[in-house]
Nanobody, 122 residues
Framework: QVQLVESGGGLVQPGGSLRLSCVTS????????MGWYRQAPGKQRELVAT???????NYADSVKGRFTVSRDNAKNTVYIQMTSLEPEDTAVYFC????????????????WGQGTQVTVSS
């Protein structure tokens, strides 16, 4: 199993910044992809950003230029730095990883965190 613990959510004014963190632990060989998704009330969960073990990133068009995803492979931690936040960014943000497990040997699975609320409001 893999455990994901998110932190850093909260209330911020429009134009402000927040940094989310997600620490991953468990019996895995490696984590291939780490990232963030979000779900606003009444909407489907959507991609925010992902990053591969090699550092290749992928962003939703709506956050390009404002959000930066990064990871610390030694700490099995993924971050997202969010700047110029807008009310439309209000959502529950979920950490996501795709990990290669020890048991079953070398099988890849997806895991999700429990989510952290980000509210952008004046």
């Amino acid at each position: 199993q893999v455990q994901l613990v998110e932190s850093g959510g909260g209330l911020v004014q429009p134009g402000g910044s927040l940094r989310l963190s997600c620490v991953t632990s468990g019996n895995f060989l490696r984590i291939n992809i780490m990232g963030w998704y979000r779900q606003a009330p009444g909407k489907q969960r959507e991609l925010v950003a992902t990053i591969t073990s090699g550092g290749t990133t992928n962003y939703a068009d709506s956050v390009k230029g404002r959000f930066t995803v990064s990871r610390d492979n030694a700490k099995n931690t993924v971050y997202i730095q969010m700047t110029s936040l807008e009310p439309e960014d209000t959502a529950v943000y979920f950490c996501y990883v795709k990990a290669v497990m020890i048991i079953p040997w070398r099988k890849e699975y997806e895991y999700w965190g429990q989510g952290t609320q980000v509210t952008v409001s004046s």
